[in-house]
């Protein structure tokens, strides 16, 4: 078997090649094709030579003994796990990976044959042993790493839900502080639109923890209905005015159909919409205005946020929807507000997008499928 697999090689190599580029979704690079079964096809040729030469040690070191070795790993199971590893960034399966080892043994059995050369026994096991020690080994770092990027992004998962959860209980407890301070300066009751705010917040801040809870008990209800757009974008005014105050901006808000309605979770979109209303608030610049209007175009409503805060530099847009990304240099918050504005908007099946308007400022753009009115 050593003198058939060393004068076939490039045969059985092109052999396997074929077979990987038949597959689907398989878009091996040339440095993984030269390094997979090729580096383990010369580790089982001098396997065989180390058996033939009666160097029992020297086989097990370049191939490992039968039913691999736990302790340590031999030359071939070094360079399997390498390769186990480089098929996970390939993002292929565990199949896969087998199928790469098999695609050797059908292509050595299948030239043995056309060719009518025969085997020993005990080169078949030899054969075997190595096959069974590489692909054990592959697999075995393949779930190894599989399993390690799984909790990883799982980590990252539950970093974000609780990130998502604190940044807008902060924005609710922000409004509702602002909302008690008006009321407290102007001698007002919490009957009005001032303490409306109030209510608003407290029951944005209600309905997080009570959705939060829901997901811990396994699924949080569904929250979607039908409404009208004028109250919603009356409803992020009023509360936005009194960041605006804050801010010292001028916030000017157009008129709204009032024939115009969405569908979705409400508040999740109210809150999506005061995040954009805060970061306009935030970057614009000092004694310019920040404008908000909605308006019908085709089957959707498009509601747009326009600050003026000169600009982007070039490639923010591209990356200002990311997660933990701060755009600002005093550092104060999670940099979740526009991702998590994004999140909420996709939810309802709607986009969010930013165009750049160079040296004037942003227009943060919420598109939802238009509904009629209940």
Same mark, same amino acid.
């Given at each position: 078997?050593?003198?058939?697999?060393?004068?076939?090689? !490039?045969?059985?190599?092109?052999?396997?090649?074929?077979?990987?580029?038949?597959?689907?979704?398989?878009?091996?690079?040339?440095?993984?094709?030269?390094?997979?079964?090729?580096?383990?096809? !010369?580790?089982?040729?001098?396997?065989?030579?180390?058996?033939?030469?009666?160097?029992?040690?020297?086989?097990?070191? *370049?191939?490992?003994?039968?039913?691999?070795?736990?302790?340590?790993?031999?030359?071939?199971?070094?360079?399997?796990?390498?390769?186990?590893?480089? %098929?996970?960034?390939? #993002?292929?399966?565990? $199949?896969?990976?087998v199928?790469?080892?098999?695609?050797?043994c059908?292509?050595?059995? $299948?030239?043995?044959?056309e060719?009518?050369?025969?085997?020993?026994?005990?080169?078949?096991?030899?054969?075997?042993?190595?096959?069974?020690?590489?692909?054990?080994?592959?697999v075995?770092?393949?779930?190894?790493?599989?399993?390690?990027?799984?909790?990883?992004?799982?980590?990252?998962?539950?970093?974000?839900?609780?990130?998502?959860?604190?940044?807008?209980?902060?924005?609710?407890?922000?409004?509702?502080?602002?909302?008690?301070?008006?009321?407290?300066? #102007?001698?007002?009751?919490?009957?009005?639109?001032?303490?409306?705010?109030?209510?608003?917040?407290?029951s944005?801040?209600?309905?997080? *923890?009570?959705?939060a809870?829901?997901?811990?008990?396994?699924?949080?209800?569904?929250?979607?209905?039908?409404?009208?757009?004028?109250?919603f974008?009356?409803?992020?005014?009023?509360?936005?005015?009194?960041?605006?105050?804050?801010?010292?901006?001028?916030?000017?808000?157009?008129?709204?159909?009032?024939?115009?309605? *969405?569908?979705?979770?409400?508040?999740?979109?109210?809150?999506?919409?005061?995040?954009?209303?805060?970061?306009?608030?935030?970057?614009?610049?000092?004694?310019?205005?920040?404008?908000?209007?909605?308006?019908?175009?085709? !089957?959707?409503?498009?509601?747009?946020?326009? $600050?003026?805060?000169?600009?982007?530099?070039?490639?923010?847009?591209?990356?200002?929807?990311?997660?933990?990304?701060?755009?600002?240099?005093?550092?104060?918050? %999670?940099?979740?507000?526009?991702?998590?504005?994004?999140?909420s908007? !996709?939810a309802?099946f709607?986009?969010?997008?930013?165009?750049?308007?160079?040296?004037?400022?942003?227009?943060?753009?919420?598109?939802?499928?238009?509904?009629?009115?209940?």
């Open positions: 078997m050593r003198n058939f697999l060393t004068n076939n090689r !490039e045969e059985l190599v092109s052999r396997c090649k074929s077979k990987v580029a038949l597959r689907p979704r398989r878009a091996a690079t040339e440095h993984q094709l030269a390094n997979g079964i090729p580096l383990f096809l !010369e580790q089982l040729i001098r396997t065989l030579a180390a058996e033939e030469d009666d160097k029992p040690a020297d086989s097990i070191r *370049i191939s490992g003994p039968s039913g691999g070795d736990s302790l340590a790993l031999s030359e071939m199971g070094v360079s399997a796990t390498a390769h186990g590893k480089e %098929l996970l960034k390939l #993002g292929y399966t565990v $199949d896969q990976v199928h790469d080892y098999g695609d050797l059908q292509a050595i059995t $299948d030239l043995a044959f060719r009518d050369a025969p085997f020993a026994v005990g080169e078949f096991r030899t054969l075997n042993r190595c096959l069974d020690n590489a692909i054990a080994d592959a075995t770092e393949f779930s190894l790493q599989r399993d390690t990027q799984i909790a990883r992004q799982q980590s990252l998962d539950a970093t974000e839900r609780f990130g998502f959860l604190v940044h807008e209980l902060r924005n609710s407890l922000g409004t509702a502080t602002l909302a008690i301070h008006a009321l407290e300066l #102007g001698n007002m009751t919490v009957g009005g639109a001032t303490g409306a705010v109030l209510k608003r917040s407290l944005a801040m209600g309905a997080l *923890i009570s959705q809870l829901a997901e811990v008990r396994s699924g949080a209800p569904e929250q979607r209905q039908t409404f009208s757009v004028a109250s974008i009356k409803d992020a005014e009023t509360a936005a005015r009194l960041v605006a105050s804050a801010a010292g901006c001028v916030f000017e808000v157009s008129p709204v159909d009032s024939l115009l309605a *969405i569908r979705g979770n409400r508040e999740l979109l109210l809150a999506a919409l005061a995040n954009l209303l805060q970061n306009a608030f935030k970057f614009t610049h000092p004694h310019t205005d920040v404008a908000l209007k909605a308006y019908e175009l085709g !089957e959707h409503v498009l509601i747009e946020v326009e $600050d003026h805060c000169g600009g982007l530099p070039p490639g923010v847009a591209a990356k200002m929807f990311a997660p933990f990304n701060q755009h600002s240099h005093d550092r104060s918050g %999670l940099g979740l507000g526009l991702s998590i504005a994004r999140q908007v !996709e309802d709607g986009t969010l997008t930013v165009r750049d308007v160079p040296g004037v400022g942003c227009v943060f753009t919420v598109c939802l499928p238009r509904h009629p009115l209940p």
